[in-house]
């Protein structure tokens, strides 16, 4: 029972229990008041009846026209002249009156008051006695009447009693709902403050929970702060900062095989001229300040294009892949401008030369290199700050318009020509934790279903991803529902800026409130980036319905989250770029094991992704991750099937 129903039902019964009490005690005065004047009012009219016999000088007919017109003009039960030896001689009675009071009431509080008797006298002598007895009905009538106008005065008194409580309980609830919820966020892994109510009791309450929450977010800073330093001795060049070759490929391998994205990208590939040469003519100080304007200059593209990948592929190779059609020429030429006009300060003869490639992003990464390559080599046989570019031309059926584009997939939607994909995620013991289930489409009904890398970026332009995700998380639960399974599903980070989409989606999970506590969402880290008021909406709009909520491809990204404690999320899923080549590299296994125990903190499941290699997943279990999923864990599963 909660306290506040506690609360109410002590109120109740204090009140039941003082209303009781004071009609009880008034009653039970009141009754006390009206005996007492009806033993009074007795004694009186048998002292005045008496005085009137006595003047009738003892005739009879007389005394007893007397007691007659006395017992007709009054309320009398009784009225009995006795003779001096106590014999009866004259008696007039009538049957009581019916009392309007209820039979209970009248048992409750009888009125027993006694006949009153006086002596009646001629002259000296006593003739005798008389006793006048009145009706107590009249008097249950009037204690009836004055305990229902007394309760019902309590009862208004009580009423008010209530409403004024009322509002004192909502004022009190309300610091006591912002507690309770403090500490729910707090089970689900959000780490909110309150402010602090102005009850002294609620108020210590809540300086200790804002207590707890501010150090778990200094133990989180603190935690990002040792993860930082990871990172930058497992991914990056010492010198400049930027991210080793090992490191870059890996991020665009993860890059090139996600879903979102644009269809086509551009590579840039910047060689510094003779390196070895400047190092021996020069200096390393000179030379190694000439890198380090190489790599502010390219370095500085990440914060003005979202999503872009720098690197150092060697000594004197910088690489900068942009997530743009059309920019690589243009931006290689810009890059080659601003260090021809900055380089020189650092000494004569430094030059480097650039190579540009624009490719489908669908071409692997070997093609990516093979075309950029080209085109530096090409730009290494000129002299100066030269420029090449090499570009391949988007296939035929890429290359028609935007509506064309959008008029496919709204059809694909209406007509529901999607299917769900699903690949494992399993644990450490090989059990299944859940599907993940990537939504396909068939954009040209006589042709097959095409991967999201295919159509998405497309939808993400046409600004349709809200309905193809809403779509997605159908298909889910009509499959939750049919085999009871766990699914995840990939929403695009772009459908969070659709304003009715979070009401959509939340009308859609309350149709099937069984199957969506079997559901999950993922959403890519650039929404916590990016976007993390409507994410934090985002879960508190379906994790009440049991609804989990996580993100993907995450990487050091997290680490710039600053509330990332307040997210509201129940789990992660690391990139393959973070976890790729863990096996063999100690810096990079302690960087994944440092993150993890920043994600354990905040009570988040920690899973890897894109998993090739079985050393690589023994590696991540050690680092005790909660579970993998990619082409290993499906190749698992799929032996399991197999297995007898």
Not at 70 to 87: E, I, M, W
Not at 228 to 239: E, F, I, M, T
Not at 593 to 604: A, E, N, P, Q
Request: hydrophobic residues 50%; glycine residues 8%.
């Amino acid at each position: 029972m909660s306290l506040i129903r506690q609360m109410w039902m002590l109120l109740v019964a204090v009140l039941l229990v003082a209303l009781l009490g004071s009609v009880a005690l008034s009653t039970a005065s009141l009754r006390e008041l009206l005996q007492t004047q009806l033993q009074l009012k007795n004694s009186d009219n048998a002292q005045s009846l008496a005085l009137a016999l006595s003047q009738q000088q003892g005739d009879p007919a007389l005394m007893e026209l007397a007691i007659s017109a006395q017992f007709d003009t009054g309320h009398y039960q009784r009225v009995l002249l006795r003779k001096p030896d106590g014999s009866v001689q004259l008696e007039r009675s009538a049957p009581g009156k019916a009392s309007q009071a209820p039979a209970w009431f009248v048992a409750l509080a009888p009125i027993t008051a006694a006949a009153g008797v006086a002596q009646v006298s001629n002259g000296w002598n006593a003739i005798g006695t008389v006793e006048v007895l009145s009706h107590s009905s009249y008097v249950h009538d009037e204690l009836w009447r004055s305990s229902l106008r007394t309760a019902l005065l309590l009862a208004a008194l009580a009423a008010v009693a209530v409403v004024l409580a009322l509002a004192v309980l909502r004022r009190i609830r309300r610091p006591l709902d912002l507690a309770v919820a403090q500490a729910q966020s707090v089970v689900d892994g959000q780490f909110a403050t309150v402010a602090e109510p102005s009850v002294p009791e609620l108020r210590r309450l809540a300086q200790a929970m804002n207590a707890m929450v501010l150090r778990v977010k200094s133990l989180f800073e603190g935690q990002a702060e040792q993860l930082d330093v990871l990172r930058r001795q497992a991914h990056c060049d010492s010198l400049t900062g930027l991210s080793h070759r090992s490191h870059f490929m890996a991020e665009l391998e993860s890059a090139l095989a996600r879903d979102e994205g644009p269809v086509a990208a551009g590579l840039v590939l910047l060689r510094v001229r003779e390196l070895g040469q400047l190092n021996e003519r020069l200096g390393h100080k000179p030379v190694d300040q000439a890198l380090l304007a190489i790599a502010h200059a390219i370095g500085a593209y990440p914060e003005r294009v979202p999503g872009c990948l720098v690197g150092r592929l060697n000594g004197s190779d910088f690489a900068l892949w942009l997530p743009a059609a059309g920019v690589a020429q243009d931006c290689a030429q810009a890059l080659a401008e601003g260090l021809k006009a900055s380089l020189p300060a650092f000494g004569n003869g430094i030059q480097v030369a650039l190579g540009a490639a624009e490719l489908p992003r669908a071409r692997g990464s070997s093609a990516w290199f093979a075309a950029a390559d080209a085109a530096l080599a090409r730009a290494e046989a000129q002299s100066g700050f030269a420029v090449e570019s090499s570009t391949e031309h988007l296939p035929e059926s890429m290359l028609q318009g935007e509506r064309a584009w959008r008029q496919q997939i709204a059809d694909a939607l209406q007509g529901r020509r999607a299917r769900l994909q699903e690949f494992p995620v399993l644990d450490r013991h090989g059990a299944l934790l859940h599907l993940e289930c990537p939504l396909q489409l068939q954009l040209d009904p006589t042709a097959g279903f095409e991967p999201a890398a295919r159509w998405l970026p497309l939808a993400t332009r046409s600004r349709l991803t809200a309905d193809v995700d809403l779509l997605a998380v159908s298909l889910a639960l009509e499959a939750i529902a049919r085999d009871g399974m766990l699914r995840c599903v990939n929403l695009a980070p772009a459908s969070l800026q659709d304003g009715s989409f979070i009401a959509r989606l939340r009308e859609l999970v309350l149709q099937a409130p069984s199957a969506a506590r079997k559901l999950g969402v993922e959403l890519g880290e650039s929404a916590a980036v990016q976007q993390f008021e409507l994410l934090q909406e985002l879960g508190r709009q379906l994790r009440p319905l049991g609804v989990k909520l996580g993100l993907e491809h995450c990487g050091a990204g997290l680490t710039q989250v600053e509330r990332l404690y307040q997210a509201g999320l129940d789990f992660v899923k690391l990139d393959i770029s973070v976890l790729a080549g863990v096996s063999d590299d100690a810096a990079r296994a302690a960087f994944v094991r440092g993150m993890v125990i920043m994600l354990r903190s905040l009570v988040l499941k920690v899973y890897g992704e894109g998993l090739q290699q079985a050393m690589d997943v023994q590696a991540l279990w050690d680092c005790e991750l909660d579970g993998v999923t990619g082409p290993w864990a499906t190749a698992q599963a799929r032996e399991s099937r197999e297995s007898p």
